[in-house]
């Protein structure tokens, strides 16, 4: 799985690559198990730093989307399970959105038919 990283986003380039990994991981393009390159290859594959790989890296693990070993390299980790402080910070995040939808005039027939269709491409 190749990334792509705009450099020219206000989005910091570690938040893109934790983003894209992901969702590669939600569409199934990336499977448990499955070994990603190192922080010096990945840095090397999109022209990156080593510090902001490392710093992704870091993040992901911590949220329980890799597993890092020194012999066996970093790997996609296991499918995720529900727990009460992942709920809580995704209620948080969709309040947020969903204040910003409301704020440009989005209607909720919109935002509901668009989570459908996005919804449907992380089923398997």
Known sequence: MLLEIDTQSQTPIYQQICNQLILGIATHKLQPGELLPSVRQMADEIGVNMMTVSKAYSLLKHDGYILTDRRNGTKVAEKQVLDSSFQERFIKDL???????????????????????????FEQ
């Open 95 to 121: 309040e947020l959105l969903l204040a910003v939808a409301s704020i440009h005039k989005l209607s909720e027939s919109t935002v509901q038919e668009e989570v459908k269709r996005m919804y449907q491409k």
